[in-house]
């Protein structure tokens, strides 16, 4: 028998899982506020540079260059329709 084997009550189980279930959802939470990356005043972020074209931000961006991208590419898209 290993040193560290110890019986559990089914009790015990349930709540070791539900804390390590816990754990993970509260690490992934971390990691996707993380992800969000923002400024120290909750300003969004440039996160390539300024170099709109190929990132992968560029559809849900909210910065000016990323707007105004998006409005110059809908433009010339109807101009040239
Ligand atoms: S889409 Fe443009 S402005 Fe937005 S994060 Fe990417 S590079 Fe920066």
Redesign the pocket.
Known sequence: MPIFYQPMQRREFFKTCARNVTFALVSLLGLFLVYKKRDSNGV?V???????RG?R??NG?I?P??VS?RQANYTNERVES
């Open positions: 969004h440039c996160i390539n540079d300024g170099l709109c990132c931000k560029y961006c910065l260059r990323a991208d």
